[in-house]
């Protein structure tokens, strides 16, 4: 199950803190609960090994927030399948089940008893096993004497936005994986995986979201020094849970040693209805074509590039080709962040200042069909020409009297609060020089490419990417940067945002690889500047597979998403 909604905080003593404080009687809907499909969890059970025929009754799994009991009973049901004629002394330290919430916990021990009863386990057994099995407590702050040969469930999906501060706090001075704006199911990674025994399994349902982005560095650095990826398996798009989830879900089966290949399935290859048969297959080795092999996923902190694994392969072709964007003689950047936007951006008449003192302000709702359409905003300049400092106010009366009107606004902003004798100043030093510069800009989130050309009216806002370059003719670059091509490099390394868009930010667009210009066959860079705005996709990719020398299959596998 998952949290999703940020709760009224009682005040508590620090001392005693923990998540049971906030919310073991909340109400589900408040939670933001979210239960596994039973297929879901019995692939998941499968995958990790908890399959009946594996002498369970001398295994010991742990649930760490089980809910009502999605994984936790067919768990218990394979348990005792597996083990038929075991004493109660066999089964007690076989399931440890964890729930946060009174309500789930009370749910999930009613769900267990009617499972015993129906096995003909008498009154004292099934208090005996429910006591043992099922813990009404705080997984994260819960001491455990023992080690677990599988670790499976559905690990909460709670933005750290939403923990109340002391909690957030005391998570984060216990999990050393808990890094930058992580978060909470990654503590619940990192404490499953230190519970695990040797060449044991964890085996999770989550976001898939720490595999890339930049809070999930510590977490994969702490898997690839003592654990090994599997299996992966992409559910995007796939009906896993009962209810609908924001995130982009995935499957990881994570064992505790060293490995070299990892079984990956992409999402076109997942249904519900086909888990147990893809199971079976994973399992047996088979030669399933949706089953790939990959290796060497886990490198220390660097993202793990599991999705289409035919295209990676043709990414890695051409990282080993071609430069880098900026290694072959264009820069990236980004725009203007000014802390306050509505006291620094306006129209020409809302900025009533000295014209010096403002810039013509691209966003990114001045993009259209590639090109520019500008609304007419303008962002105000604090500092003096492309130097560090900021100007003389007295110099400038009317930019001084419209500063100073908007003062209580401008000096709530951290930067402002942060260093006093600048308090006027945007988050982000302005280079006038920039607003003159031929660039191409590139807006942030994107499902459509759009890659506009500025030659030198504008400076750009902080929702916008932009690309310079001394060497590129930037007519014939942005037509490039709108091909499929380049959106794969971005897929690559990008998380899915919601609906399935990519975001085109600097540390993506600095992994584009591309010719130097001096390379390229003269026809060819006249081709290629020409379509710069065209709407015509195909002829654009045509000239730009031309450009990298792909053949047709590796096209297709680059661009098949």
Excluded at 164 to 193: C, I, N, W
Aim: proline share 4%.
């Amino acid at each position: 199950m998952s949290f999703s909604t940020q709760l009224d905080i009682p005040l508590v003593d620090p001392s005693q803190l923990d998540a049971l404080h906030y919310w073991a009687e909340a109400e589900g809907e408040s939670r933001g609960e979210v239960f596994t499909k039973p297929e879901v969890a019995e692939f998941i059970l499968d995958l990790s090994g908890w399959r009946v025929g594996e002498t369970l009754n001398q295994k010991r799994l742990l649930e760490p927030s089980c809910g009502a009991g999605d994984f936790v009973i067919p768990a218990i049901q394979r348990l005792l399948a597996d083990s038929p004629n075991a004493s109660v002394d066999d089964l007690e330290n076989c399931i440890r089940a964890v729930e946060v919430n009174r309500i789930a916990f009370d749910s999930l021990t009613e769900r267990v008893i009617q499972e015993l009863k129906n096995n003909d386990f008498g009154s004292t057994a099934i208090n005996r096993l429910t006591s043992k099995w099922l813990l009404h407590t705080d997984f994260l702050t819960e001491t455990f004497n023992e080690q677990f040969t599988h670790v499976v469930g559905n690990p909460p999906y709670l933005r750290i936005e939403a923990l109340p501060k002391p909690l957030m706090h005391l998570y984060r001075s216990r999990f050393q994986t808990m890094y930058d704006r992580s978060d909470l199911y990654v503590a619940f990674f990192e404490k499953g995986l230190s519970l695990l025994c040797a060449d044991a399994h964890l085996g999770y349902i989550c976001a898939n979201r720490w595999m890339k982005n930049r809070y999930g560095g510590p977490l994969r650095e702490f898997i690839s020094d003592s654990f090994h990826l599997d299996v992966y398996v992409d559910f995007t798009g796939v009906d896993a849970f009962h209810g609908e989830v924001d995130a982009y879900p995935s499957v990881t089966i994570i064992r505790k040693g060293s490995g070299t290949s990892t079984y990956v399935i992409d999402k076109s290859d997942v249904s519900c209805v086909e888990l147990p048969s893809l199971a079976r297959n994973i399992l047996d080795r088979s030669g399933d074509l949706r089953i790939k092999e990959m290796t060497c996923i886990a490198d220390g902190n660097a993202p793990w590039l599991l999705s289409n694994s035919d295209r990676l392969k043709v990414i890695q072709k051409l990282e080993e080709r071609f430069p880098k964007l900026e290694d072959a003689g264009c820069k990236v950047g980004i725009g203007v962040a000014t802390g306050a936007d509505k006291v620094y951006i306006g129209s020409d008449s809302d900025l009533d200042v000295e014209s010096s003192r403002k810039l013509r302000l691209l966003t990114r709702g001045d993009l259209k069909n590639n090109k520019i359409d500008w609304k007419g905003k303008y962002v105000l300049n604090p500092f003096d020409g492309d130097r560090t400092n900021l100007v003389d106010l007295d110099a400038y009366p009317k930019f001084k009297g419209y500063i100073e009107a908007n003062k209580g606004k401008i000096v709530r902003r951290h930067v402002a609060k942060k260093n006093t004798r600048s308090w006027f100043k945007t988050i982000d030093r302005i280079y006038p020089a920039l607003t003159r510069t031929p660039k191409l800009v590139i807006p942030d989130i994107q499902g459509k490419v759009q890659v506009a050309y500025d030659k030198g009216e504008y400076y750009p806002h902080h929702n916008l990417y932009y690309v310079t370059s001394d060497n590129w003719n930037l007519q014939a670059l942005q037509t490039v940067l709108r091909s499929s091509l380049v959106s794969a490099f971005v897929a690559t390394y990008s998380l899915r945002m919601r609906g399935d868009f990519l975001r085109f930010q600097a540390q993506y667009l600095r992994r584009i690889r591309i010719p130097n210009w001096l390379s390229v066959p003269e026809s060819l860079q006249k081709q290629l500047a020409a379509l710069s705005t065209s709407m015509d996709q195909t002829k654009i990719d045509h000239y730009v597979c031309e450009l990298y020398g792909l053949d047709e299959s590796e096209w297709i596998d680059l661009c098949n998403d």
